[in-house]
């Protein structure tokens, strides 16, 4: 379980406990005298609401400041010609899809392709520049299927991604692997689902916007 998550757990659940202690000592809201012992439940409350949902509505996204990614991510590889790729191995381009989770507080990726699956271990976000480009960086742990490690290992990774505006549909990255592999990555924005379980799945719904 993440921070974030535990924090939203703890809040939820204290909220609600001191809530219920309100209503067992006969402190009832619609009495406007004890509508005041009521306020730290719903800041508990609100904390959970705005980490959630409330940091990208209207007018408030544009205090938070800070860039919208959640969905699937068409993004297309390029590797370095540097890149110490295996005999058999994909030279690129290649296409993949990240799923990116976020809150205001959290923010995780799953990147899939035909052979492999990557998921972050660590995410950061830097504040928007005057310039309205901000930058994201995920540490990665990548799993390839197991048929395919005898010429791809387990290994680890860092990706640098560039957004600009509060709800960005497409960006540019980089990103180096412990295999000694480097190279470019750009980013479009299939949809705001993060349902999808595989690389098939995210294909599939792809499929039409690339067809058509």
């Known amino acids: 379980m993440g921070t974030a998550t535990t924090i939203r757990t703890g809040a939820t659940i204290a909220a609600t406990i001191y809530m219920v202690l309100l209503l067992v000592l006969g402190l009832y809201p619609s009495e406007f005298r004890y509508l005041f012992a009521y306020i730290p439940a719903l800041v508990g409350y609100g904390a959970v609401v705005f980490d959630k949902w409330a940091w990208h509505w209207p007018v408030i996204h544009r205090l938070t400041g800070r860039p919208w990614i959640t969905g699937t991510w068409r993004v297309m590889l390029s590797p370095s010609p540097q890149s110490h790729i295996?005999?058999?191995?994909?030279?690129?381009?290649?296409?993949?899809?990240?799923?990116?989770?976020?809150?205001?507080?959290?923010?995780?990726?799953?990147?899939?392709?035909?052979?492999?699956t990557s998921r972050s271990s660590n995410a950061t976000i830097s504040a928007p520049e005057n310039s309205g480009t901000a930058e994201i960086g995920f540490l990665y742990d990548n799993t390839p299927r197991v048929a395919l490690q005898h010429r791809s290992p387990r290994h680890e990774g860092a990706c640098r991604i560039a957004v600009t505006g509060l709800q960005p549909k497409a960006a540019t990255g980089h990103y180096y692997t412990s295999r000694f592999t480097a190279g470019d990555m750009d980013y479009t924005l299939l949809d705001r689902s993060t349902d999808?379980?595989?690389?098939?799945?995210?294909?599939a719904a792809d499929r039409p916007r690339t067809t058509s």
Do not use: C, D, K
């Open 196 to 203: 999808y379980g595989t690389f098939a799945e995210a294909q």
């Open 86 to 116: 295996p005999a058999g191995g994909n030279r690129g381009p290649i296409t993949t899809y990240m799923t990116i989770e976020q809150t205001f507080w959290s923010l995780h990726a799953t990147l899939r392709t035909q052979e492999s």
